[in-house]
């Protein structure tokens, strides 16, 4: 007997399986937006690259969109959530990324700065020149990849709390774009885990010295 019904009968149960767990993820969502008293929208937010200039993730790819936008404070900070995607490639290449984002609006300005777990191929990368900044401490140096046009401002914004801070965590690809801290994630993120985001997106900009954000305010007018 040919095979072909039974792939078919087990691309219907995984979509079924599929659909529901997605069903049962928005319903916490909603939940959990209505109690925090933010607020939910299940369309687009507009050209998000142009949004979020700094933010260089969303300039990847192409028919980019998102979806399940949560926008509210977070101890008194703007915050935006969402469910993001973008393609790559096209016809039998054509590749769906989809990335849970978190973005804590900061109140003053800040440089863009990627910060992420170290791969595999970023020795060979080093190796042939690519900019990973390297800080005092082995431990961190070894675990992250940093990457920054102003290295003064990495090393300003990661110190030896923030290094510490980013060791005992540091689960997510953090970037910092021009007035906004970003915490992303290959997949997308459940009310548990927005929660967790949000800790370690603040606990960055809670970790930012005093004296560089007087720098980045300027002058008082």
């Not at 990661?158 to 965590?169: K, N, P, V």
């Not at 994630?185 to 004296?211: C, M, Q, R």
Request: glycine content about 8%; proline content about 4%; aromatic content about 14%.
């Amino acid at each position: 007997m040919s095979p072909i019904p039974f792939i078919i009968l087990a691309l219907i149960v995984v979509g079924t399986v599929a659909w529901y767990l997605e069903k049962q993820r928005k319903e916490a969502l909603a939940a959990w937006v209505a109690e925090k008293g933010w607020r939910l929208s299940r369309g687009s937010v507009g050209d998000l690259h142009q949004q979020y200039a700094g933010l260089k993730f969303f300039d990847k790819g192409h028919s980019r969109s998102a979806k399940n936008v949560i926008s509210g404070e977070y101890k008194g900070r703007p915050i935006r959530l969402m469910d993001y995607s973008y393609v790559t490639g096209s016809g039998k290449s054509r590749t769906t990324h989809n990335v849970g984002v978190v973005i804590l609006e900061t109140a003053f300005p800040v440089i863009p700065l990627t910060i992420r777990r170290e791969r595999p191929f970023d020795k060979v990368g080093e190796f042939f020149g690519a900019d990973d900044i390297d800080f005092e401490s082995a431990e961190f140096s070894r675990k992250f990849f940093v990457k920054s046009h102003d290295r003064k401002w990495a090393y300003d914004v990661i110190h030896q709390r923030t290094m510490d801070f980013l060791l005992a965590g540091g689960a997510y690809k953090i970037a910092f774009g021009f007035q906004e801290i970003a915490v992303t994630k290959t997949g997308h993120f459940n009310p548990d885990s927005y929660e967790v985001a949000l800790a370690e997106v603040w606990g960055l900009y809670d970790l930012i010295p005093d004296y560089v954000i007087e720098q980045m305010k300027g002058p008082a007018r």
